[in-house]
């Protein structure tokens, strides 16, 4: 006999990793992945005529240049191939098509404690349950900091946070 469920969260998540907050002006573009783009990371958007983004090559050391994006998620494809994070996100693999966020607010997986208002650091080096493009409030070696990106809520320790990308 199967046992009834009696406890409940009290509240649900408030978003999960790569998905949209639908707060303020956006600006969404979509192309299509050259090689895998994880979901909730920032990535290359690359010229208009090569419809195409990648993920932030490994020893990426400016963003000179560069067009960032989100990569977000599509809650109309499942299953997304595993990550190789904790965050269970999955990313998007070499052809598929990529909603892209360069204006707008986004919920991600930060990989330490963030601070709201304070700039976001896009990581160019990958490393062990880190993928290049996820974000950490604060310099450190192997990030980047984002030109117009910051963060809208604080957290503690890894874990969902809300930035906005003007």
């Known amino acids: 006999m199967q046992i009834p469920q009696t406890t409940y969260n009290e509240f649900p998540a408030a978003g999960k990793?790569?998905?949209?907050?639908?707060?303020g002006p956006e600006r969404i573009e979509s192309r299509m992945a050259s090689g895998a783009v994880q979901v909730g990371a920032f990535c290359f958007m690359n010229l208009p005529a090569d419809d195409q983004c990648e993920a932030i090559p490994d020893s990426t050391s400016s963003f000179a240049g560069?067009?960032?994006?989100?990569?977000?998620?599509n809650p109309n494809r499942s299953p997304m191939a595993t990550a190789a994070s904790d965050s269970g996100s999955g990313q998007f693999s070499d052809?598929?098509?990529v909603s892209l966020m360069t204006q707008g607010e986004a919920w991600v997986y930060a990989e330490g404690a963030c601070t709201a208002g304070n700039p976001v650091y896009v990581r160019c080096l990958k490393a062990s349950n880190s993928w290049t493009g996820q974000v950490k409030d604060g310099a450190a070696t192997n990030f980047v900091q984002h030109p117009t990106a910051v963060f809208k809520t604080t957290t503690t320790g890894a874990g969902l946070v809300k930035i906005k990308v003007a």
């Open 17 to 23: 990793n790569g998905m949209r907050t639908k707060n």
């Open 66 to 73: 560069k067009l960032l994006a989100l990569a977000l998620e």
């Open 95 to 97: 052809g598929d098509d």
